[in-house]
C-alpha cells in the first residue's frame, strides 16, 4: 500500500523542510566542520546527513545501468542467513556489505563475458550504486521473517510441521504486507536513519577516491582485520566478564545483582547486537542509558519483595510456570483443535510469568501509549503532512491522479524545486523516476490475497475480519514507530500490544494469536526495513525503481532461506532452544517468548489480564502511558533550560523492561562506546568524529559479523555438530561462560 493510498504526502509531492537551508553549492560535504582544523561540531540531523556522507552523483553510472547487471547481483543472496540469526542475537547490514564488495572483482573476473552466462556478470564498473542494490537485496532476504515464530513454535511446542509450500506462502505474504510507503518518514533530513550510516560512510570511502578516502579505507582495514575469532570462539569469557561472578561464582544473589549489569563485554557482536552504539544521537543514548538503570533497579526491586511471588521462578524468563516454579506444559490444556478447554485448564491451574517478565509486558505497553502523545507533542509538525490527504479533495485529488496501468506508469517526480528548501540527498534523486504508487499496491494486494488463503489452507483458526483488524492496527503503528525510528534509530515492536488486542477479540485460540500478531506486527517491522532500505538507496543514489526491484526480489528469495535455514537449526539444536537460558551460541528466547504469550493472551487473557485478575495492569500500563510524557513537555515549554527535551519517555518505558532474557554483559561496554563517541569524540574531536567515527563502526561491524557467520557453520553448529573450543579456565564447558550461577 503506497503512502497516497495509506495516509500522506502524493508521490509528485516534494516535500519541504523548516531546517537548515541548502544551497546549490552544498552538494559536496557541508562546510561547517572543517575536518583538518577539527572546528565545528556536527549539530543537527542535516548536519551529520551532509558532511558524513557524500551527496554528489555520478549520474552517468547510474542513467547507463542496464537490467542484466542488477540481475546479477542475485548471486550474492547466498549470504542471506536471516534464519541463523533467529537463534542468535546478532545481523548487520555491514557483513552483507563487505562480503559483497568482496566478491565483486572475483566475480567480474571469472565469468564469462560471452554467451548466456553474460547476463551474470556486471561488465560496467562496479559502482556505489550497484553494490548498494546488492545489500539492499539481500538485507531483504537476509531479515529473519517473524512468520518464522509461527513455524518455530509450532515445531518446538506442538509437534506440527506444516507443509513446506504453505509455510513459503505464508512467509510471501506476512513479508510483503509490510511494504507501504511512507515518503514522510524517508525524504526529509530529520529522518536521519542513523543506523545506515557507518554503511555509506563504507561506500564512500570506497567509492570516491582521493587522499581521504585511503586513509579512510586504510583505519577500515585495520580495524577489520584486528578482530578474530578470540572472544567468539577461543575466549568465550570476554562476552561478559563479572568481577562479582568470578570472586563469587556459587552466589546466586550475587548473580542476580551483579551478573549482567556490572559485566564488562569484549564481544562487539554483543556490544553491537541490536544497534551500533557509535550511531545513535547522544538524546536517544541519555534515554536509553535511563531505562536501562529503571530496569536493574526495578527487577531487582521486583524479585526481593517477591512481587506475584517472583521468588518460585527464574529471575530472567519469558517462559510460563507452574506456582511451585517448574515449567507449565501447556499442551496438556489445549484440545485437539489447539484451544484451551476450561475443564483441562481446571486440572493444571493458571499459569505464572516471572515477575520480571510481567515488568517486560507493562513497560511495553506504557512505552507503547507514550509514543503517540511523546510524538505529537514534540514532532508533530515532522508527521503532520501525513494527515493532509484525509480531506474529501485530498481523497479525490489521490483517486484522479492513481494510475492502474502500473506496468507503464512513469512515476516522474517533480523537477522545479530549485526554490525548495529540501534533503540535499534528495534533490539529486529528483532526476529519476520514481517507484510508482501503484506498484506498492498491486503488491499489497497480491500479499494480501495470498495471506487470505494462507489463513484458511493452515487452519489458522484466526477469522478474515481478525485478520484486517490486524493490517489496521498495523497502518495506525507504522507512522508512529518508524518516525521514532527514523529520527533515533532504536525501534520498538507492537508484538505484546498486538497479542492483547488479538487475545481479546478472540478468546481462547493461542494459535490464532500467533497469526493475529504475524500479520499485524511483522507488517510494521517490514514497513520500517522498507523506509530504512529506501533510505540507503536515497543516500547511495540508487534510482528508486531498482531500490523498490531490489527489495521485492530479496524478500521472496528470502523467504525460502529462511524456512530453510530454520528448519536446519532446530533439526541439530532442538535442545538447547528449548532450554531456559541457551548458550553464548544458540538461543530460542524469540520462540520461547512468542509461544508463551500465545498460550498466555490468546488462551487465558480473561483468566490473566481481565480487572481484578492477577495481571490486570497490563492492559491498563497503555492507557497510563498516554499521560507519561505531558509533564516533561510541560517542564520544558516553561523551564527549557532544564532540557526536559533530552528525555524520550516512549525509550526510557521500554528500556526498562528491555533486560528480560539473553545475554546482558553488554550493557557497561555498550554506553562506554555510545558516550565516547556522541559526546566525546563529537564535542571534542568533531573533526576526526565527521570522518572517522562511522567508518570504525562500519570496521567493527563487517569484521566481527564476517567472522560470526564462518564460525556458526565451522564450529558452532548451525550445519550440524558443533566443535567448541577445548575447555579451559576462559572457555569452561559446563556452566556460564562468565563463571555466574546457573539460575533455575
Not at 82 to 106: D, N, R
Not at 614 to 634: H, K, M, S, T
Request: with cysteine; proline share 4%.
Amino acid at each position: 500500500m503506497s503512502l497516497t493510498a495509506a495516509g500522506a504526502i502524493s508521490e509528485h509531492t516534494v516535500p519541504s523542510e523548516k531546517a537548515l537551508s541548502t544551497s546549490d553549492n552544498s552538494f559536496h560535504r557541508n562546510s561547517n566542520v572543517d575536518a583538518d582544523s577539527g572546528e565545528g561540531v556536527l549539530s543537527d540531523e542535516r548536519d551529520i546527513a551532509t558532511n558524513v556522507i557524500s551527496v554528489d552523483d555520478d549520474d552517468s553510472l547510474n542513467r547507463g545501468q542496464s537490467v542484466h547487471s542488477y540481475w546479477s547481483c542475485l548471486s550474492n543472496l547466498w549470504r542471506s542467513t536471516g534464519g541463523i540469526y533467529y537463534f542468535k542475537p546478532v545481523l548487520s547490514l555491514m557483513f552483507l556489505a563487505v562480503v559483497s564488495t568482496s566478491w565483486a572483482s572475483p566475480w567480474r573476473t571469472f565469468i564469462p563475458r560471452r554467451g548466456l552466462l553474460r547476463y551474470l556478470n556486471p561488465v560496467n564498473q562496479f559502482t556505489l550504486s550497484k553494490n548498494a542494490f546488492i545489500v539492499i537485496m539481500a538485507s531483504a532476504s537476509a531479515n529473519s521473517a517473524l512468520g518464522t515464530d509461527v513455524l518455530a513454535v509450532q515445531r518446538l511446542y506442538y509437534n506440527i510441521t506444516p507443509n513446506a509450500v504453505t509455510s513459503v506462502f505464508l512467509l510471501f505474504s506476512s513479508q510483503l504486507l509490510g511494504y507501504e510507503n511512507f515518503c514522510i518518514l524517508l525524504y526529509p533530513s530529520k529522518m536521519l536513519y542513523p543506523g545506515v550510516l557507518p554503511l555509506l560512510s563504507m561506500f564512500d570511502a570506497l567509492y570516491e577516491g582521493g587522499m581521504a578516502s585511503r586513509k579512510k579505507l586504510r583505519v577500515f582495514s585495520m580495524v577489520h582485520i584486528c578482530l578474530g575469532a578470540f572472544p567468539e570462539w577461543i575466549f568465550p569469557l570476554l562476552t561478559g566478564v563479572s568481577i562479582f561472578c568470578l570472586a563469587a561464582p556459587n552466589n546466586a544473589t550475587v548473580s542476580r545483582l551483579f551478573g549482567g549489569l556490572l559485566s564488562i563485554c569484549f564481544d562487539w557482536q554483543y556490544i553491537a547486537g541490536q544497534v551500533n552504539p557509535m550511531t545513535i544521537p547522544l538524546k536517544a543514548q541519555f534515554s536509553n542509558f535511563l531505562g536501562y538503570i529503571f530496569c536493574a533497579v526495578v527487577f531487582v526491586a521486583v524479585y526481593y519483595n517477591n512481587i506475584w511471588k517472583a521468588q518460585n521462578f527464574p529471575f530472567l524468563s519469558q517462559l510460563l510456570y507452574y506456582e511451585n516454579g517448574t515449567q507449565y506444559d501447556q499442551t496438556l490444556i489445549l484440545n485437539s483443535n489447539y484451544e484451551v478447554d476450561p475443564t483441562l485448564l481446571a486440572e493444571q491451574g493458571l499459569p505464572y510469568y516471572s515477575s520480571t517478565w510481567v515488568v517486560y509486558l507493562l513497560t511495553q505497553n506504557l512505552s507503547l501509549g507514550a509514543l503517540f502523545t511523546h510524538l505529537l507533542l514534540w514532532n508533530r509538525s515532522d508527521i503532520s503532512s501525513a494527515w493532509t490527504w484525509m480531506n474529501p479533495s485530498g481523497i479525490k485529488n489521490i483517486w484522479a491522479n492513481f494510475d492502474w496501468k502500473f506496468w507503464r506508469a512513469d512515476g516522474m517526480r517533480k523537477q522545479d524545486v530549485d526554490g525548495e528548501d529540501i534533503d540535499p540527498h534528495y534533490k539529486q534523486m529528483l532526476k529519476y523516476p520514481d517507484a510508482p504508487n501503484s506498484w506498492y499496491f498491486v503488491v499489497f494486494l497480491l500479499s494480501f490475497v495470498v495471506a487470505l488463503v494462507v489463513l484458511y489452507k493452515t487452519d489458522s483458526t484466526l477469522p478474515w475480519w481478525g485478520f484486517l483488524i490486524s493490517l489496521l492496527l498495523a497502518t495506525i503503528f507504522i507512522l508512529f514507530l518508524g518516525a521514532l525510528a527514523a529520527i533515533t534509530g532504536l525501534s520498538f515492536t507492537i508484538q505484546t500490544f498486538g497479542q492483547m488486542i488479538g487475545g481479546y477479540i478472540q478468546k481462547g485460540s493461542p494459535v490464532a494469536n500467533m497469526y493475529f500478531v504475524l500479520y499485524g506486527n511483522n507488517t510494521v517491522f517490514q514497513a520500517q526495513l522498507l523506509l530504512r532500505d529506501l533510505k540507503i538507496a536515497q543516500y547511495a543514489k540508487l534510482p528508486p525503481r531498482a531500490a523498490f526491484t531490489a527489495q521485492i526480489i530479496g524478500t521472496l528469495l528470502g523467504a525460502v532461506l529462511n524456512y530453510i535455514m530454520m528448519n536446519s537449526i532446530i533439526d541439530n539444536q532442538r535442545e538447547i532452544l528449548l532450554s531456559v537460558e541457551g548458550t553464548n551460541i544458540w538461543s530460542g528466547r524469540q520462540p520461547q517468548m512468542y509461544n508463551s504469550q500465545a498460550i498466555a493472551w490468546g488462551g487465558l487473557s480473561d483468566e490473566l489480564f481481565s480487572t481484578g485478575q492477577r495481571y490486570q495492569w497490563v492492559p491498563w500500563a497503555y492507557v497510563l502511558g498516554l499521560f507519561v510524557p505531558v509533564p516533561f513537555w510541560v517542564i520544558h515549554r516553561y523551564w527549557p533550560k532544564l532540557h526536559a527535551d533530552y528525555l524520550y519517555t516512549p525509550i526510557i518505558l521500554f528500556v526498562t523492561g528491555y533486560l528480560v532474557g539473553g545475554i546482558n554483559s553488554f550493557i557497561l561496554s555498550y554506553f562506554a562506546v555510545a558516550f565516547l563517541s556522541q559526546w566525546w569524540l563529537r564535542t571534542r574531536y568533531p573533526g576526526w568524529f565527521a570522518k572517522y567515527n562511522y567508518i570504525v563502526a562500519a570496521a567493527l561491524d563487517g569484521g566481527t559479523q564476517v567472522m560470526v557467520f564462518i564460525l556458526a557453520f565451522a564450529v558452532q553448529g548451525a550445519s550440524g555438530t558443533s566443535h567448541l573450543f577445548p575447555t579451559w579456565w576462559g572457555a569452561q564447558g559446563g556452566g556460564n561462560y562468565d563463571h555466574c550461577l546457573t539460575l533455575n
